[in-house]
């Protein structure tokens, strides 16, 4: 079984065998089962050239050209050319590449913007809403008024209506559009129009679909948010991690909302992996990836809609597909368990209506290893025998490792 392209194992195994076998489990783990998870994919060697390298080992606090640290000169470069690459391939003023993490962007967006106690209004959790829109366990909820919008019952799509009223009579700060389960597309010149009718900042936290944004297979919020926050290692395919993109009457704001505020030392092993994904999102490959995601989502919602799961909004205009598998007489977390049991890896989700779990696919994962429609269908069948036990596991587990066997993530 081959290893990840800048796994040293023979390095790691000599030194350190116990973490080296751990390092080779999760490997073998991630080829033989299908990552169903909306939010992953599999980065790659390049990425993973990058996020392995020295660069790990230098501080740089601050921003290329001014650090209060010696020697950047070179990682200043990698910096520059990451920003460079963010703002032409978004089309943005000003691209902010240092936030740890989709959450730290986010935190840092809020801290350019507002001040504790402020009114956001942003999607609901039990409608999709992220932990940074408002959840009480996060640094958003305690620190910040959160007032949530949800999904109309019967499509399941934004409620236009409630965000207008609610942006009218609770005359937010900021306005937050963005989810981690809506599969469909976001209309942002409709959140831009009641941002300005309150006079709120519109921050886009385009965490899932900035991937789909590059390949131009979804509508870009940049021309629209004030602000766009994302992470850079979903449908992006790059290195787990944040950025931040703006006009550049934010720039100096946001730069300094990220550091110093939030965070110290730039990771500039990731921003060189960023500098990376950027580049291979620029290419007419991952163009023709992004539209074969959204190809293999619709399929996979069409499949298991006829295998009788209620699939959210009746299908996807993008990666994700969210579905209430009840109607097969299972529930969300009993489903998650019996499809890991096959090897068939995924999250459940918040369900807009009741207390009840849904579960929440993607297929960015997937469609880089070079899975398309014929495998979406075989798949949706596959899930659908699983959770009405028509198949016993062994058997599913089988054909998951048969089917994934053919499309090696890392195939050298
Ligand atoms: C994934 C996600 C985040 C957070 O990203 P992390 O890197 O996990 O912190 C924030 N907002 C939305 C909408 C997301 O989907």
Known sequence: MPVTPTLEA??????????????IGETVRQSTTLQLIAAENFTSPAVLAALGSPLTNKYAEGYPGARHHGGCEIVDMAERIAVDRAKALFGAEHANVQAHSGSSAVLAVYAALLRPGDTVLAMGLPFGGHL??????????????????GVEAESGLIDHEQVRTLARTRRPKAIVCGSISYPRHIDYAFFREVA??????LIADAAHPIGLVAGGAAPSPVPYADVVCATTHKVLRGPRGGMILCGSDL??????????????????HTIAAKAVAFG??????FTAYAHQVVANARVLAEGLAEQGLAVTTGGTDTHLVAADPAPLGVDGRTARGRLAAAGMVLDTCALPHGDAR???????????????????????????????????????????RELAGRFPPYPE
Request: net charge negative; charged share 25%; proline share 4%.
């Open 10 to 23: 023979d390095v790691l195994r000599r030194q350190d065998p116990e973490l080296a076998e751990i390092l």
């Open 132 to 149: 940074t829109h408002g959840s009480p366990a996060n640094f958003s909820g305690r620190w910040f008024d959160f007032v949530g919008y």
């Open 196 to 201: 300005d009718e309150v006079g709120a900042y």
């Open 251 to 268: 720039a100096e704001r946001v730069d300094r909302a990220v550091f110093p505020f939030t965070q110290g030392g730039a990771q500039m």
């Open 280 to 285: 291979e999102a620029a290419a007419p490959a």
């Open 358 to 400: 849904g579960l929440r696919l993607g297929t960015a994962a997937l469609t880089t290893q070079g899975m398309g429609e014929l495998e979406m269908a075989r798949i949706a069948a596959l899930f659908a025998a699983v959770l009405r036990e028509d198949v016993d596991s062994k058997r599913a587990r089988e054909e998951v």
